[in-house]
C-alpha cells in the first residue's frame, strides 16, 4: 500500500474514524492502531513483490526489545555487566537482522574479491536474501529506545500494546521519519489531540506531500532522470547536468513528500511526529545539510555514534575520525553498495575541510552571514550536494563514473528536455527556496479558510494531479532503505 494510492486514503479514512470512534477506549483504540498498522505492513510488502510473512520479523523484534527494556529497567545499576549483557542482546539482535537482510551477501562479496587480491581462490556462495520493507527504520527505532532505556533516559513501557503502536505505526513505518521513544510514547500515554486548526493543517500537509510526489518527483523520474541514467551514452553533457539537478529536486521532493504525509496522517490520528526536512538546499555548508536533510536519520547517529565517540571533544584529529566514522554510517545504511559507502565518505571529508577551515571562527559566524556571502556559500554547497548526487543514484561506482564522464564530454545541446520538465523543474526550485515565511502565510491563509471552500480546493488540486500524473502508482524511492 502506497501513500500516493487512492487505496491508502480509504485506508487512512478508515484508520481516523474508527481510532477516534475508540478515543474513550484507551487500550481497545491501541490494539485497532496495533492492527490496521501491521495490516498497512503486509498490504506494503504485498505491493513491493514481497511476502507479508516479513510481518513477523517486525513483531518478534518488537517482543525482543520490549522484553529486553523490562529487564534493563528492573536490573539495578550496581549490576553493570548484566546491564551491559541486556543492552547488547537488543543491539546485537538489531545489527544482526540489519546486517543479514542489508549487507551479508555484501560482506561475503567484497572478502571474497580481498581474499583473491592476494591470490586465495575462495569461492563464496551468493544467498537470495529479500530486504524486508522499513527495516533499517524499524530496527533503529526499537534499538534506539532500548538504549536509552540503558541509559535511564526514559522509563520501559509496561503496556504491550501501547509499545506495539509505539514500533508499528503506520504513518511513518516504512520510510520514516525515526521517531525516538521520547517523542511518541508520551503521546500514547497522554492520549490523542486533535483540533479544527489541526485538522486543516493535516490536510494541507497531506496535499502538499501527494503533490510533490506525484506531480514534481514522479514526472522528473519518468520524464528525464531514469532516461539519462540508464543511458548516460545518449544524451548530451548538458541534459546529463539538468538530469542531475532533476534527481537533486525529485529525490528531496519524493522523500519529503513521503514524510509530509506521514506527518499529516499521524495529525488525523492525534500524535505529532518530527519534521525530516528543513529546506536542505538552502544550507550553506554540507554540516548544515546535513542538520536539515533526513533529520531524524541524522540526530539518531549524532546521538547514538556521534556523541558517544566523543564528538567534536578533543584533538581536532579525533574530531575528524567521528565525523568520517558517522557519515560513512550514513552512506552504508542507505545500501550495501560501495556508491553510498564513497557517498557518505566525500561528505564526511567535506565537513571534515571545513571544520578545519574555520575552526576559528566565532560560533555565531554562520548566522551573522548576509548577502553575497550567504549566495555563494549556498550555491556551492548546493552543488557539492548534487555532484554527490551522482554516486547516490548510480547502481555501481561503474555506472557513476558513466555519468560522471557524461557531464564533461558529450555536447551542450538541450534537445531532450521538454517544455514540461522546464517548468516543473523552474517551479519546484523557486518554490525551495523562497523565504521560509511564503509557504507559511499560504498555510496559514488555507486553514483560515471555510471548510466547504478548502474542500473545493483540495478536490481541484487532486484533479490537477490526476491530470499531470502520467504513469501508474510508483513506490517512494526510500522504500528500498
Known sequence: MLFNSVLYLYFLTVAVFGSW??????????????????LFYAAACVTMGISPKFLLLIVSSTCWDYTVARLLERTPDAAR???????????????????????LNFFLQNFAAAAQGVGLDVVIPVFKIILPVGISFYTFQTMSYCIDVYRREIPAERNFLRFLVFSTFFPQLVAGPI?????????????????ADQVSDAVFRITRGLAKKVVIADYLAVNLVDRVFSHPNLYTSAETWIALYAYTMQIYCDFSGYTDVAIGSAQLLGYQLPENFHRPYQARTVAEFWRRWHMTLSTWLRHYVFFP??????????AH?????????IGLWHGAN????LYGLIHGIAIAVNRTLHRKQAKDFQANLRGWSVVWRVALTFHFVVLAR??????SLHGAGEVWNALWTQGWGLANISRGTWLI???????????????????????ALPGYVQGVTLAAIAAGMAAVAETAVVPFIYFQF
Do not use: D
Open 425 to 447: 523543474l523552474l517551479a519546484a526550485y523557486t518554490w525551495h527556496w523562497l523565504p521560509v515565511s511564503w509557504p507559511e502565510r499560504l498555510r496559514l491563509r488555507f486553514g
Open 390 to 395: 551522482v554516486l547516490f543514484r548510480a547502481p
Open 309 to 318: 565517540l566523543g564528538g567534536s571533544r578533543g584533538p581536532v584529529w579525533k
Open 338 to 341: 560501495w556508491t553510498f559507502v
Open 81 to 103: 555487566i548484566r546491564r551491559r549483557l541486556l543492552l547488547l542482546a537488543s543491539v546485537g539482535m538489531n545489527l544482526t537482522l540489519l546486517c543479514y537482510f542489508k549487507y
Open 321 to 329: 575520525r567521528n565525523t568520517l566514522i558517522t557519515l560513512v554510517l
Open 179 to 195: 521517531v525516538r521513544a521520547h517523542k511518541l510514547l508520551p503521546q500514547l500515554r497522554e492520549g490523542p489531540q486533535l483540533s
Open 21 to 38: 470512534l475508540l478515543v474513550r477506549w484507551q487500550y481497545t483504540r491501541f490494539a485497532f492502531l496495533a492492527a490496521f498498522s501491521c
